[in-house]
């Protein structure tokens, strides 16, 4: 298996406790998050390469069973402010960037965004695409969405917004955008992967007790415990998980 972008380690040191058959390599741009893992997973044999996935190449990733790609795709480069002019706009009169982007739209039919301006997270697109020529037969995904719904009966419990456009979330150090996973999926499909996709309420369940719906519906908190357990809750919803499997 091959971790991208594995922060501390956690999650592989998780799936080698389970299973210390598994060869794992953590995959990072960072080096003193490397270092952090080296140090989590000092009891385990594992490769580490600092690299940005960008940039590797897609043969490096062909011998993987397995890519794990938790919460990282929404720090990869993203295009804003593109004009739908794209799409009639003469190719050769395009810069090589939005070449790219239409290129992008042709070869895999993504749906033409609804905006006149729109946002698009083209490095998670290119890595994905590389991860599927690459023929990784599993791949899991997950990532803050821009499509992410809460279907009834919550909905009056959990609001989240769904614009469908990846927006800007700023944090300290750096800016992420949220994922249009509608396009990922896309991608694999014509790759002739299986998709398998939701919230990640999906495999972290809950029950909704009259203490959760209480704590759902303050509008102030008094204890941080509720201030805590109402995040988590809500954050299930907006973050998807997308599983894909190589159609034998
Ligand atoms: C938000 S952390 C997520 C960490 C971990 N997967 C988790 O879920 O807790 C993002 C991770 O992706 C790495 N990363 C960001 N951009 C990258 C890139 N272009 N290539 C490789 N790793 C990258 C960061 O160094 C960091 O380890």
């Given at each position: 298996?091959?971790?991208i972008?594995?922060g501390?380690g956690?999650l592989?040191?998780?799936?080698?406790?389970?299973n210390?058959?598994?060869?794992?390599?953590?995959?990072?741009?960072?080096?003193?998050?490397?270092?952090?893992?080296?140090?989590l997973l000092?009891?385990?044999?594992?490769?580490?390469?600092?690299?940005d996935?960008?940039?590797?190449d897609?043969?490096?990733?062909?011998?993987?069973d397995l890519?794990?790609?938790?919460?990282?795709?929404?720090?990869?480069?993203?295009?804003?402010?593109?004009?739908?002019d794209?799409?009639?706009?003469?190719?050769?009169?395009?810069?090589?960037?939005l070449?790219r982007?239409?290129?992008?739209?042709?070869?895999?039919?993504?749906?033409?965004?609804?905006?006149?301006?729109?946002?698009?997270?083209?490095?998670?697109?290119?890595?994905?695409e590389?991860?599927?020529?690459?023929g990784?037969?599993?791949?899991f995904?997950?990532?803050?969405s821009?499509?992410a719904?809460?279907?009834e009966?919550?909905?009056?419990?959990i609001?989240?917004?769904?614009?469908?456009?990846p927006?800007r979330?700023?944090?300290?150090g750096?800016?992420?955008?949220?994922?249009r996973f509608?396009y990922?999926?896309?991608?694999?499909?014509t790759?002739?992967?299986?998709?398998?996709?939701?919230?990640l309420?999906?495999?972290?369940?809950?029950?909704?007790t009259?203490k959760?719906?209480?704590?759902?519906?303050?509008?102030s908190?008094?204890?941080?415990?509720?201030e805590?357990?109402?995040y988590?809750?809500?954050?299930?919803y907006?973050?998807?998980?997308?599983?894909?499997?190589?159609?034998?």
């Amino acid at each position: 298996m091959i971790e991208i972008g594995g922060g501390y380690g956690y999650l592989t040191r998780d799936f080698l406790d389970r299973n210390n058959t598994l060869q794992a390599t953590m995959l990072d741009v960072s080096p003193c998050l490397l270092q952090k893992q080296r140090y989590l997973l000092e009891d385990h044999e594992v490769n580490y390469r600092q690299a940005d996935i960008m940039d590797v190449d897609g043969r490096e990733l062909q011998p993987f069973d397995l890519a794990i790609l938790n919460e990282n795709l929404g720090d990869l480069p993203t295009m804003v402010n593109i004009h739908r002019d794209v799409f009639v706009s003469r190719l050769h009169d395009l810069d090589q960037p939005l070449q790219r982007v239409r290129q992008m739209f042709d070869q895999y039919a993504l749906g033409l965004p609804e905006s006149e301006l729109f946002n698009l997270n083209i490095g998670a697109l290119n890595v994905l695409e590389k991860l599927c020529h690459a023929g990784i037969p599993f791949i899991f995904i997950s990532e803050h969405s821009c499509e992410a719904e809460v279907h009834e009966p919550l909905r009056r419990w959990i609001q989240i917004q769904s614009p469908g456009n990846p927006e800007r979330i700023r944090l300290r150090g750096h800016d992420e955008y949220t994922i249009r996973f509608s396009y990922l999926e896309r991608i694999a499909r014509t790759f002739q992967y299986k998709t398998f996709r939701g919230p990640l309420a999906d495999f972290i369940a809950f029950d909704f007790t009259d203490k959760v719906r209480y704590m759902m519906h303050l509008e102030s908190f008094m204890k941080d415990e509720h201030e805590i357990i109402r995040y988590f809750i809500e954050d299930r919803y907006p973050y998807e998980y997308l599983i894909l499997m190589k159609s034998i």
